[in-house]
């Protein structure tokens, strides 16, 4: 009994070890890291100081920026919403509260060294070229096990489903690599960030189609040709205060009755400028974040060179660091106010967009980055993105509901109290986590949903296998 109670009180430390460095969030826990990282890849104290502190600023800096979107953009697309009169039963709470809700599943602390060691048997045993340092973003792995452990009731069968969404996720993010590095700039990073990534074949499949359409395909519209013709209206900046007035004008509307156009010129106003400073922090932010990063790179590059010689080795990070494209924030932000549309007039869409609503830059930069920054098919591939984001939020709202219950967590979030469920934009960004998750359940009606999304997923994917190595072919000199 002695012994027991031992085991179970070194395990109760272990976890709480583990809760506490996750709760220390990216900004701290990534400088940490790399700061470790560039010890161990033999950068020098001094050097390897430095690059964990400039990334750890660099995550602050986009923090920052996200945030200033979350209070001004959120509201004012609440507003929105209540203007149209949209009353829906699941609730977007935000991806911090999946975050949250995963690492609090017990299955966390199982997944988290399986993970990790996965990663590494895949690298050494060349199945792929990621390694991911960006253990903050394990929540997506731990909500899928989350997920198939609820549902099923084996915690066994959730560790199964987590790797084998991560193994696909490693593999995703190595396809990509050279879209990262080319139309990104960021060398010798991938982007194993589920939410973000799996999305990847199934738009580039769009944009083999679209590259066939008459008339459509021959419609480019990106930062610097909109620059080229319109001059200052075509500056980053000046995009972002445009689209700030459009969505201020949208949401603040309905305040025009109450409290008269004085409070509504300034909030539309105020927005507007935000707007600008958004476009014009987050690329300097995520610059800073990539000095920071360069050195750590460089000595990973260097040592898997002598390791593993004619090898690529991809440092795996957070989709954050790519969000900043001009093409990508301004796709994301016209796609506010068609989001909550489409919440209103697709049948069967129980969710209601709210807290992610302001950083759908994260879930839209595979929409766009497909057709090299072409914000007019980048926008028609995001309004597709959006809908099928409706409809797997509103699917996994009963099981996230039920895992927010079972570890005691409760969404703090405004007048949140009379809706049923509780779902999430990122939480239905997680396409393959659903697939992989119904197919656990040969019982339910999903299975078949299931079922043919994989088959449509896996010649997506191997239709386009080639594409974005040939997108990039002259610019990689192949």
Partial sequence: MSHGLVLLSAVDLVGGAVRYVLDLGAAIMMPIMMFLFGLALRQGLSRSLRAGLTIGVGFIGIGLAVKLLVDTVGPQAMAFSRTVGLQLTVLDVGWPVGASVSFASPIALVLIPAIFILNLVLVFTRLTATMDVDLWNYWHFIYTGALVETMTGSQGLGVLAACITATLIFKLADWTAPAVEHHFGLLGVSLPHTETVNWAPLMYALERVEQHIPGFNRVTLDPQKIRQRFGLLGEPMTMGALLGLLIGALGGWSTVATGGWGPFVKNTLLLAVTMAAVLVILPKMVALLMEGLMPIAEGARELFQRRFPERQIYIGLDGAVVIAHPSGMAVALLLVPISLALAMVLPHNRMLPFADLAVLAFYVIWAVACSRGNIFR????????????????????????????????????????????????????????????????????????????????????????????????SAAGS
């Fill in 378 to 473: 980048g926008l028609v591939n995001g309004v597709l993105v959006v809908v099928a984001i409706l409809y797997i939020g509103s699917d996994l709202a009963p099981l996230t509901t039920q895992i927010a219950k079972n570890v005691g967590f409760m969404p703090d979030v405004a007048g949140a109290s009379h809706y049923v469920q509780w779902s999430g934009i990122a939480l239905g960004s997680h396409v393959l986590p659903w697939i992989v998750l119904r197919l656990f359940d040969p019982s339910a009606p999903q299975f078949y949903w299931a079922l043919g999304a994989l088959v449509i997923y896996g010649l997506c994917w191997f239709w386009v296998r080639r594409d974005v190595q040939a997108q990039f072919a």
